[in-house]
């Protein structure tokens, strides 16, 4: 007879799963470098491409111009840009939330791009001009078009958005939870097959003969 192996002394965390230290420190760095990374990007933008006629990159298929955003994609919003950064402070405070119970990868990634991608929008709204919480974020990647009308000029923080949305749908899709579980994968317990109770099985009992004996 076997018995299913115990958890060792010293373990913290079920088989097949990240450490939840892990996973925050994935997401951190992710954050950290996507909101560095958009805020350079932003700076560069507006040292050389202010004053300058949009720059055609990839025979066309990309244009660098740099564009001052007071609302959502297509300026959508525009006339209440106060609204966006409590919208981007809901969406960190449920992020932090989220973090308290990570222990997938996949989903610090997808965590880590959202919030970095946030942030670096948010400290747009916050620092920029005309003035606190109603800042203009800095865009400047447009496809297709080097003035925006076919599709939103963007920055790196809009791109952070968009893939870690994304990848968290990819996940949700495939069955992968943020504690690291998977919806059927090996892990996880068979469902009970359905069927009518029938109460508990009697002892198996061996027939001494064919036929039952007749009473004397």
Known sequence: MTTAPTAGPGTTEPAGRTPRRRAVVLLVGIALTALLTDLLTKHLALQLLDDRAPVRLLGGAVY????????????????????????????????????LRLRSLPWAVSLGLVLGGALGNLTDRIFRAPGHFVGHVVDMVSLFDPYGQVWPVFNLADSCLVAGVLLAV???????????????GKGDPAPAAA??????VPAETTPTDAEPRERA
Not at 170 to 184: A, C, M, P, S, V
Not at 195 to 200: A, D
């Open 64 to 99: 660098l111009t740099l564009t001052r955003n007071s609302g959502a994609a297509w300026s959508i919003g525009a006339d209440h840009t106060w609204v966006f950064p409590l919208i981007t402070i809901g969406v960190v405070g449920w992020i932090t939330w989220m973090a």
């Open 195 to 200: 069927g009518p109770s029938t109460g508990p």
């Open 170 to 184: 990819l996940l949700e899709l495939t069955g992968r939870q943020r504690d690291g579980r998977r919806i059927g």
